[in-house]
């Protein structure tokens, strides 16, 4: 085919001017055969001599590739080759002679005589058929969503690895795994030398209180990651939530909140979680293993503050197992003081709710003084507490750079809910009024 | 022509004449005449037709329809849209509880004040003067308020000078949207919000956001702008005819709805309802609620002839005498007594 | 050439508020010497001179405070004066009478313009 071009190439150049071999190059391009070209430039070097174009089009296509992919057999030993990229069809699903003009080139794209008659470029006469689409390599992995996809990039952390096997008929329903680490750890051997395994820390649990997690190596990451979530589901605990499904009153429920008793912090080697409680609405604000967590075990609303060393995933994970297990319940606390638990909320107009009575039914006689009872900071050990800085909010009136941001701001506070109102009601010009507004007056 | 008018100017500014107060009687007799006519707006409705306000407000008909109400704490409160606040704990004895709680319940009795039952109001449409002379004056209508401290929305004076020449007393609609200017309330929109028109009402009501509607009307018109009672008869009815009674009990909205039934003489399915909740008590202050609005009516003179006035006797006359679905109230009458009799037995 | 009368007195008059294209009054007690938006003895009310959707312009009246301070003997401005009287607080203000009259007069010439042109047009469409 190649040489078939050349030919009628050499044909054009010296028979006709310049402008065949032009619009035989627009067909060329059209079809994307540039490269494909290059291996059949070298017959008529004598063309392009006079034109110093790039060395691309004076050497093959073959050539090319391997200027670019090839790597020494030195090299090759010491695995530069593992990054090598592999040569790309440029022609695939491409048609010699079938552009978007449909030129007929004889004795390239069509019968060189008809008759006796040697036929000069054309274009084709035919009825033009509908472009056939350009056949694109596909996909070599589906398109994950982006909520199912991890915390970073095609990786296993934040990833769900789907319900535990079931154990002799029982069937782990309404469960979901995540891992949580995903590492590879070595160790040297004797016989082998190094030699590498996959480490996986999965947390599986069923969104209801129950979870439970585990660490587990495997040669390979499929086997490590089922060893973990196995591995897990043997090791579930139940955590009591706030207004869980088992709540008390019927109003909170409407609520639908869920969060930990109390405040805690909870300390595991050198990493220290802050737990705070929060209120309907807030939502999981914390590192992103506590946040799968979360998930997993079905707290909605939650704060934490993770100091330390955070990076040790598995130090992260069994301080908040631990925390979580060691809260006091409301009950427990009014069986602990032999007082009513009442519980104030904005959203209830700060009406009291009893959360908890005493269990043996009455409360002790004496009162509570109010300085002895801080709830915020019950739970904290040692008598230390979080450090709160105060934020102060009348920031916006000090500094002048603040001012004048407010100041601009203010001016503008209103005119967004106006302007709504003002499309609901009719009273916003259309846009085929502004134009006219726009007009200069004549 | 000129003389003539300077002198009247020369009147306008003599401060003698306006201490006087001559020149000022013109604006004084709108104001008096304006007093009159909204105190006699009532006395000529009941010429036409029967005023349920005093009716509504008196403290004997208040009594009654608080007990129907009910009141449910916790309902009361109700969860509402606030900013994100974290809750606060104390650890109290129970005698602390029970005052803690007395105080809540006195607070949020308070929001259980019903929205006054009225008849539309009407429109003044006597001019105060006439002043063909004073036609063309402007393109448009010039409305007058007075601002003068201390005057309540409801007795503000409002006048609107129209462009032939009238001044007359400005309607009610412009009064309001006055008053919205110069006292704005909050919630209240100086256009009527669109969820009142037929269209959106009635989406509304499918979805059953009764109390929801009724809060914005209370929030929105006065309770005797034509507006608000077409709205809130449209939801009571819609109420009254899928039975949802309970969505409005311990709410404000609940005496309103029982006081528009009896006054319509269609409380057969709220006694009902009553009964198979086995709130009798309130069955029997509704039947005495629709005496006091219909005192002739036939149930009222044979329950005042009743010798042993007894909660089940007088539901009974009731259904004897004016009762519409009398066969469903007597089957659930008599399953309530069947249950009663039960109970006792077993205790 | 200085004034011949120096006195100073208190007048009720309009001071220009709002912004541009946007005029906005307010009706204020100064002294007829201050400037004319300097800062009022006592604001008396508001006049909204651009009609509203529904074809009104708006004025506020502190009627009370106004009474006081006219019994007081105090002065007005011409725009007042004729607010004042479309109010019904004073007898109508003569110009108002005056401007009625000549828009009357406007719209009866144009009205009596438009039939004669109706007329010719009527003549000639058929």
Not at chain 1, 156 to 174: A, L, Q
Not at chain 1, 241 to 252: A, I, Q, S, W
């Amino acid at each position: 085919m190649f040489k078939m071009a050349t030919s009628y190439l050499f044909r054009a150049v010296t028979f006709n001017t310049k402008q065949a071999y032009r619009i035989f190059a627009k067909e060329i391009c059209c079809n994307q055969i540039v490269s494909t070209m290059t291996a059949s430039t070298q017959g008529f070097s004598l063309i392009f001599s006079r034109t110093y174009t790039s060395f691309v089009k004076t050497v093959t296509a073959d050539q090319l590739w391997l200027g670019v992919t090839s790597v020494s057999n030195a090299g090759r030993k010491r695995g530069r080759a593992r990054s090598l990229k592999k040569r790309i069809d440029l022609n695939r699903g491409q048609r010699m002679g079938f552009g978007k003009t449909r030129m007929v080139f004889p004795g390239l794209t069509g019968p060189p005589l008809a008759g006796k008659k040697f036929l000069e470029i054309h274009k084709s006469k035919e009825q033009e058929e509908e472009p056939r689409p350009i056949e694109r390599p596909r996909r070599k992995f589906l398109k994950v969503p982006p909520l199912l996809r991890g915390y970073s990039g095609r990786k296993f952390p934040g990833t769900s690895v789907g319900p535990p096997d079931p154990i002799n008929d029982y069937e782990f329903t309404g469960f979901d795994s995540k891992v949580l680490e995903y590492k590879m750890v070595a160790h040297m051997t004797g016989n082998l030398g190094r030699k590498a395994t996959i480490s996986a820390l999965v947390v599986t649990g069923n969104g209801a209180g129950l979870a439970g997690y585990a660490v587990a190596k495997a040669p390979t990451g499929k086997a490590a990651l089922r060893k973990a979530k196995n591995k897990a589901a043997q090791r579930l605990q139940y955590f009591e939530r706030y207004n869980d499904h088992t709540g008390k009153f019927k109003v909170l429920m409407t609520l639908k909140f869920s969060t930990v008793f109390h405040n805690f912090a909870v300390t595991e080697g050198k990493t220290t979680l802050f737990v705070q409680k929060k209120s309907k609405g807030h939502g999981v604000i914390s590192h992103r293993v506590i946040k799968t967590m979360c998930e997993i075990i079905g707290i909605k609303d939650l704060y934490v503050k993770t100091e330390g060393r955070t990076g040790n995933i598995q130090n992260v994970t069994k301080a908040f197992f631990r925390g979580l297990m060691e809260q006091e319940t409301h009950q427990q606390l009014a069986d602990r003081m032999g007082l009513n638990v009442v519980e104030y909320r904005a959203e209830m107009e700060n009406i009291p709710i009893p959360v908890a009575t005493p269990s043996q039914g009455f409360s002790r006689p004496d009162a509570l003084k109010e300085e002895a009872f801080d709830f915020d900071n019950l739970y904290y050990k040692d008598g230390r507490i979080p450090l709160k800085k105060y934020v102060d909010p009348n920031m916006k009136f000090k500094l002048p750079s603040t001012l004048k941001h407010f100041q601009l701001e203010n001016r503008y506070r209103n005119q967004r809910e106006a302007r709504l109102l003002r499309i609901v009601h009719g009273l916003e010009p259309t846009l085929e009024e502004l134009k006219i507004r726009q007009k200069p007056l004549k | 022509m000129a003389a003539p008018l300077k002198s009247v100017l020369l009147i306008a500014k003599n401060a003698n004449l306006l201490k006087n107060n001559i020149a000022l009687s013109c604006f004084a007799r709108h104001m008096t005449c304006r007093s009159k006519e909204f105190q006699s707006a009532h006395t000529s409705e009941t010429l036409s037709e029967k005023d349920p306000f005093p009716i509504f407000s008196d403290k004997k008909v208040q009594d009654l329809l608080y007990r129907i109400t009910g009141f449910d704490l916790l309902k009361a409160a109700g969860p509402q849209k606030k900013p994100i606040q974290a809750p606060s704990y104390k650890l109290l004895t129970d005698e602390e509880l029970q005052k803690e709680l007395h105080d809540a319940r006195m607070k949020l009795k308070a929001r259980l004040q019903m929205p006054p039952y009225m008849n539309p109001r009407k429109r003044n449409i006597t001019p105060l003067s006439i002043d063909p002379d004073l036609a063309n004056f402007d393109s448009s209508n010039y409305v007058f308020v007075d601002i003068s401290f201390g005057v309540k929305d409801r007795k503000r004076n409002v006048l609107i000078r129209e462009t032939d020449g009238t001044l007359r007393i400005a309607p009610w609609d412009v009064k309001e949207r006055m008053n919205q200017i110069f006292n704005p309330r909050e919630g209240r929109h100086y256009i009527k919000p669109k969820i009142f028109e037929e269209q959106r009402l009635e989406k509304l009501i499918v979805e059953k956001r009764f109390v929801y509607i009724l809060d914005r009307a209370c929030c929105q018109f006065e309770p005797d702008d034509p507006d608000f009672v077409r709205t809130t008869h449209r939801v009571y009815n819609a109420i009254n005819n899928n039975q949802e009674y309970d969505i409005l009990r311990s709410t404000r909205h609940f005496g309103s709805l029982a006081f528009y039934l009896a006054w319509n003489h269609i409380i057969d399915n709220l006694l009902l309802d009553m009964i198979n909740r086995d709130l009798l008590s309130d069955a029997v202050d509704l039947i005495n609620l629709h005496c006091i609005i219909h005192q002739s009516s036939p149930c009222s003179q044979a329950i005042s002839q009743l010798e042993s006035p007894d909660k089940v006797a007088i539901i009974q006359t009731y259904i004897k005498t004016e009762a519409t679905i009398k066969p469903q109230l007597e089957l659930s009458l008599q399953a309530f007594q069947d249950a009663s009799k039960n109970k006792r037995k077993t205790n | 050439m200085p004034r011949l009368i120096s006195k100073t007195f208190d007048i009720i008059k309009l001071a220009l508020h709002g912004c541009t294209n946007r005029p906005f009054y307010h009706i204020v007690l100064l002294t007829n010497k201050s400037p004319r938006d300097a800062k009022p003895a006592e604001q008396l009310g508001t006049y909204d001179p651009m009609p509203n959707i529904y074809n009104e312009k708006v004025v506020s009246l502190d009627v009370e405070r106004i009474k006081f301070h006219l019994a007081n003997g105090v002065a007005m401005s011409k725009p007042v004066e004729k607010l004042l009287g479309l109010s019904g607080l004073l007898p109508v203000h003569p110009v108002s009478y005056l401007a009625a009259m000549r828009n009357r007069k406007k719209l009866q010439d144009k009205v009596e313009e438009q039939p004669e042109d109706t007329l010719e047009k009527g003549n000639s469409n058929p």
